[in-house]
């Protein structure tokens, strides 16, 4: 049974004489309908007449249809709202063509304001042509332009044949009077417009304005510090009241629905326990749902479609991914996460969908090749017509079925809710087809766009049972009746709203005319009228407001001054029952800092790179993330060359480099002109051999500073070089192997120079800042290089990072020999290298004792979160695994004291 939010009573005479309600929503029709339903029911009646209920809207609707089959008006095509906005675009398209110095922002946004100043125009039965009114529209640019338009807009429509739902009032307004006697009864109107007064009055022979007598409602205001406590606090009030009183009947009214539904349905769930098993029996329905393109089965849809733009987000692809409504069955796999890093490693956050499709394609893990996604990218491609012009009513048809192809909507049953929204769905393609009436062949980007726009004005209004407890917004309280209604957010700037005059219409004009919107005096006159409606037909009304909002003083709305004050103590930010529960926990720590083993199969060998070691070095944990779970951090967005692609970069130019020169005597040959040659030679072929997207990306005129600034390196970093004593470069790029312990490890030396005598310096270029004590102690930082000196410990005469920077150019090193500027030959505390090979032969024995170590580590398992030095966390990218900055700041403040 209805529930009773509208006594009906004082309507049954009205009915008994023949006369047809009109109300001012559908909301309001649809509870007269169930109240009447309700008592016909009740009062035992098998069957009955319905009650003769419209919204306005239907009404005229209805009217304009009768006089066109009794030709009284000419046959028009009438445009839904979105058909009449999709025109209203296409001639501000048209006029922005013809008149290039009128540029709009947001094209869309002034369609829909030309809308509502047509629409207003008409309603207020306002004459452009006047020569009063047209020389105010003239007098203001916007006004001006909109007059315009409004020509183009009037022009298509007669050319079509078309009309809007306004004017069906416009030509209701010209027929002659009604002779037959059709009576009707006006409910809950504040304010009619002049048009409808005078289709009213050409309509009807008989027009009652039903007025409800005051009520003794009991008003009430509540004062709150800010709004989350305000919410809560009806939250809490909504839920004590319900389980005292279940059949009593309350209305929450929100002022700003967009912003405070979310919260407040939260904190209702929690109140009502609704948020675990029984989320569906929450005892409240919200007024608005959420529109249909924000529907997850609908997101997802539109998301596949988009697919055949040019480009796509990688969060769009990661929304395609985690999707449950498509046909992916490889998405939750670690191939679908390697698939992600690499599109997180463009460094960018919208790629062309050729290079989303070709990765999707060619990925690749152990023997996994390739995702479905590549291949339903390859499918959507080659779908015949996606690069042809067609009407709206054929990309319905191409939309459908390349929705069907990807599995859409999945292969799991659909919930009630998303069972409506496919259903609301289905009927929005159908209204989308329907633009073949205003729409001329679309490419697939503006049909797509055309089918979003349908979705975004869509409400996706979940169909539930009646509850007690509703949900509504100003208007739609308008005319109910409860036992309580809450007005929430009653502050003073937002109770009267401020005035929201239309752009396109002089001001002077709505403010004389007194139209929605115009003025503050307006808003109040709203404000107050919509207030004394709730007081006659509420019982007991409760306003509230917070003192602050974000942070500033606010005043409670000066409507509220004959509210009786009554404080409600806000509740406390976590629940008692929560709080004690904390209170009593017992918190038991388990310190597991090691995983199982690593075993290799039987004729198999454990191998890692340097970098294994490194970050075993650096923090067990980060070992273990990396190299044993192959978790990696997604990659930085950037709109130029990653940090890492720069060094591969200027390691490429060195190596062709060095590869012409060979070794020092040629260097000391050069004049500059030669050098420069050289090096010139050396940057262009690393440019060359970036790959071709990436340089389509970044376009010419970046790779012509970045090959200028390689240059002015490779010059500055040869001035360094001329400084040494005779060398030749050995080896570049050099592949090595070393058994350490149970591990081999895989090598690769950026540069090894052989000096006069026979010996070696093994040399590793650094773009970064790098220091020869990062060699030193029990857990070595950076142990590339002393891997190359275990390696080949006879003849490794030196070790030096190559340090490649604008105005830092240097080499740092300890060896037998000062091969280079910055190579140390002493330690100290170690004795001096070139006196005392033994010194050297004892520190490279030290070095392979910490690595031995190190490796046997990782193999054993060792994967505390234990970072070497603060440092070690600046570049990690995996606090939020680790969470060392919320459970390890002890050991964060002993790190930093220790490197103090």
């Known amino acids: 049974m209805a529930l009773g939010l509208y006594d009906i009573t004082p309507l049954e005479p009205l009915i008994a004489q023949g006369y047809t309600l009109l109300t001012p929503n559908f909301r309001l029709a649809r509870r007269i309908k169930a109240e009447w339903d309700a008592r016909q029911l009740a009062a035992g009646q098998g069957t009955w007449e319905p009650a003769p209920v419209l919204a306005l809207e239907t009404w005229v609707q209805r009217q304009w249809d009768g006089a066109v089959s009794r030709d009284l008006l000419p046959p028009r095509v009438l445009l839904t709202p979105a058909q009449s906005l999709e025109v209203w675009r296409q001639v501000i398209g048209l006029h922005q063509r013809r008149a290039p110095q009128t540029q709009l922002l947001r094209p869309s946004g002034a369609a829909e304001l030309a809308a509502q100043a047509r629409d207003s125009i008409l309603r207020w039965q ?15 640019g916007d006004c001006c332009t909109f007059l315009q338009w409004l020509e183009l807009f ?20 010209g027929i002659p009077p009604a002779e037959c006697d059709t009576r009707v009864a006006l409910l809950e109107f504040d304010l009619l417009a002049p048009l409808v007064r005078t289709v009213l009055d050409r309509c009807c022979s008989d027009v009652q304005e039903v007025a409800a007598t005051r009520g003794k409602a009991q008003c009430l ?30 209305a929450i009214v929100l002022g700003d629905m967009g ?27 919200f007024s608005t749902g959420i529109t249909l393109d924000q529907a997850p089965l609908v997101r997802d849809a539109l998301a596949v479609l988009a697919m055949g733009l040019q480009d796509c987000p990688i969060s769009a692809v990661e929304g395609l991914l985690r999707s449950r409504f498509l046909d992916l069955p490889d998405a939750p796999g670690p191939l679908a996460q390697r698939f992600i890093r690499q599109l997180h490693a463009e460094g960018r956050a919208v790629l062309p969908v050729s290079d989303i499709r070709n990765a999707a394609r060619a990925v690749q893990r152990d023997s996994e090749n390739g995702l479905s996604l590549g291949r339903y990218l390859d499918n959507l491609r080659a779908t015949p017509g996606l690069r042809q012009k067609a009407l709206p009513s054929v990309w319905r048809r191409r939309f459908s079925d390349i929705l069907h192809g990807w599995g859409w909507p999945g292969t799991q049953a659909l919930d009630t809710l998303e069972f409506q929204q496919q259903a609301l769905w289905r009927r929005t393609l159908d209204e989308f087809g329907d633009f073949d009436t205003v729409c001329e062949p679309l490419q697939f980007h503006e049909a797509l766009a055309l089918l979003r726009g349908c979705c975004a004005s869509q409400v996706s209004q979940p169909q539930t049972a009646d509850s007690p407890i509703q949900v509504l917004g100003p208007l739609e309280a308008a005319g109910l009746s409860f036992d309580h209604l809450w007005l929430c957010g009653m502050q003073g700037a937002s109770w009267p709203a401020s005035p929201r005059p239309n752009p396109f219409i002089p001001i002077a004009l709505q403010t004389r005319l007194q139209m929605p919107h115009a003025s503050p005096e307006r808003e109040r006159v709203f404000a107050e009228a919509l207030l004394n409606q709730y007081t006659r037909t509420n019982t007991v009304i409760h306003a509230s407001y917070c003192r602050q909002l974000d942070g500033v003083p606010d005043l409670p709305s000066s409507l509220l001054q004959d509210f009786c004050p009554q404080p409600i103590p806000a509740p406390a930010p976590i629940e008692a029952g929560w709080q004690v529960l904390c209170d009593a926990a017992s918190l038991e720590e388990l310190a597991d800092e090691r995983v199982s083993r690593l075993e290799p199969e039987p004729h198999q060998v454990l191998t890692g790179g340097s970098r294994l070691l490194e970050d075993q070095s650096q923090c067990p944990f980060r070992a273990f993330v990396h190299h044993r779970l192959q978790v990696e951090p997604l990659g930085s967005l950037t709109v130029a060359l990653s940090t890492a692609d720069r060094g591969s970069l200027l390691h490429q130019a060195l190596h062709n480099l060095w590869a012409d020169l060979c070794d020092s005597a040629t260097l000391q040959a050069l004049d500059e002109t030669q050098e420069a040659q050289r090096v010139k030679s050396a940057v262009q072929a690393a440019v060359s051999g970036v790959p071709h997207h990436l340089q389509r990306r970044l376009g010419a005129a970046y790779w012509r500073l970045e090959a200028s600034r390689l240059n002015s390196l490779l010059r500055e970093w040869l001035q360094l070089e001329r400084q040494r004593s005779e060398f030749f470069v050995a080896a570049r790029e050099l592949d090595m192997t070393l058994a350490l312990g149970p591990l081999h490890v895989s090598l690769r030396v950026d540069r090894i120079d052989e000096l006069p005598d026979g010996s070696r310096v093994i040399i590793d270029y650094k773009s970064g800042k790098s220091t020869v004590l990062d060699w030193m102690g029990d857990r070595p930082a950076r142990p590339q290089l002393l891997l190359y000196s275990i390696a080949d410990p006879g003849t490794v005469a030196a070790l030096a990072f190559a340090t490649v920077r604008p105005r830092d150019c240097r080499f740092s090193g300890l060896g037998t020999t000062a091969a280079a500027p910055g190579i140390a030959t002493r330690l100290s505390g170690a004795g001096d290298f070139t006196r005392d090979a033994g010194v050297w032969g004892e520190l490279n024995a030290q070095w392979k004792r910490a690595l031995e170590r190190i490796a046997n580590e990782y193999v054993g398992g060792e994967a505390q979160v234990d970072p070497l030095t603060p440092a070690s966390c600046d570049w990690c990218g995996l606090q939020s695994l680790c969470r060392i900055e919320f459970g390890r700041d002890d050991t964060v403040a002993a790190l930093e004291d220790g490197a103090q």
């Not at 306002?126 to 203001?140: H, K, S, T, V």
């Not at 007669?158 to 307004?173: A, H, N, Y």
Request: net charge negative; glycine share 4%.
């Open 154 to 173: 009037e022009e298509r429509l007669q050319r079509q044949g078309l009309c809007t739902p306004v004017d069906c009032l416009v030509q209701l307004s």
């Open 259 to 285: 912003a405070d539904r979310v919260p407040l349905e939260y904190l209702l769930r929690r109140e009502f326990r609704c948020l675990g098993r029984d989320y569906g029996s929450l005892p409240v329905n």
């Open 221 to 250: 205001v509540h004062p709150f510090d800010d709004r989350r406590s305000e919410l809560h606090a009806v939250a809490r009030w909504v839920a004590d009241s319900h389980r005292q009183d279940s059949v009593s009947t309350i």
């Open 126 to 140: 306002i004459d452009c042509a006047a020569p009063l009114n047209r020389a105010l529209f003239e007098l203001e």
